[in-house]
T-cell receptor
Framework: EAGVAQSPRYKIIEKRQSVAFWCNPISGHATLYWYQQILGQGPKLLIQ????????DSQLPKDRFSAERLKGVDSTLKIQPAKLEDSAVYLC???????????FGQGTRLTVV | AQSVTQLGSHVSVSEGALVLLRCNYSSSVPPYLFWYVQYPNQGLQLLLK??????LVKGINGFEAEFKKSETSFHLTKPSAHMSDAAEYFCALRVNAGNMLTFGGGTRLMVKP
């Protein structure tokens, strides 16, 4: 079974630029998550989708971050404009549903200079 | 609100020695607890999980963890460290309300020859 796919793997941008990340979850997984992992810290949930609806986005900085999962399958996370402190690894994860195991992608490492 | 604390951001052991990575949690409801491992430039891989069945949980690669409610702990152990165990380890908690994982800050395990 294919795992969670993310692209790109690495991205370097200047501050105030925009960037987008893409995630394709495991086939059939209804729940999709975006986590932010700052160097030296544990992952922090940004947003959780159930199918194409948002379950939890309480920790998403909505003034600059946005995410969508229009067809309930793949998802994009966007940052506009980026700040230096957004430098982190952005992890996408998915699970079959409530109570299911959570599987992580390899992440996108963002460097903002 | 729930939280996870991992004592020791860095642990160094000799090859063949006991590995002990500490995790304490805080939760107002019975938690589900997980240990994940992250190798460099990789996503998180599930090592083991506690879901209110047996308190001693065995995982992959010879790791195990014991849930101790009285101590609110879920420490990860391995009898004999291998060089390949060098990685970052994250303890995580989930409550019944949903699938959101709350992570600890991580412990980097170094194995000396």
């Amino acid at each position: 079974e294919a795992g969670v796919a993310q692209s790109p793997r690495y991205k370097i941008i200047e501050k105030r630029q925009s960037v987008a990340f893409w995630c394709n979850p495991i086939s059939g997984h209804a729940t999709l998550y975006w986590y932010q992992q700052i160097l030296g810290q544990g992952p922090k949930l940004l947003i959780q989708f159930q199918n194409n609806g948002v379950v939890d986005d309480s920790q998403l900085p909505k003034d600059r971050f946005s995410a969508e999962r229009l067809k309930g399958v793949d998802s994009t996370l966007k940052i506009q404009p980026a700040k230096l402190e957004d430098s982190a690894v952005y992890l996408c994860a998915s699970s079959a549903g409530t109570g299911g195991l959570v599987f992580f992608g390899q992440g996108t490492r963002l460097t903002v200079v | 609100a729930q939280s996870v604390t991992q004592l020791g951001s860095h642990v160094s052991v000799s090859e063949g020695a006991l590995v002990l990575l500490r995790c304490n949690y805080s939760s107002s409801v019975p938690p589900y607890l997980f240990w994940y491992v992250q190798y460099p430039n990789q996503g998180l891989q599930l090592l083991l999980k506690y879901t209110s069945a047996a308190t001693l949980v065995k995982g992959i690669n010879g790791f195990e963890a014991e849930f101790k409610k009285s101590e609110t702990s879920f420490h990860l152990t391995k009898p004999s460290a291998h060089m390949s165990d060098a990685a970052e380890y994250f303890c995580a908690l989930r409550v019944n309300a949903g699938n959101m994982l709350t992570f600890g800050g991580g412990t980097r395990l170094m194995v000396k020859p």
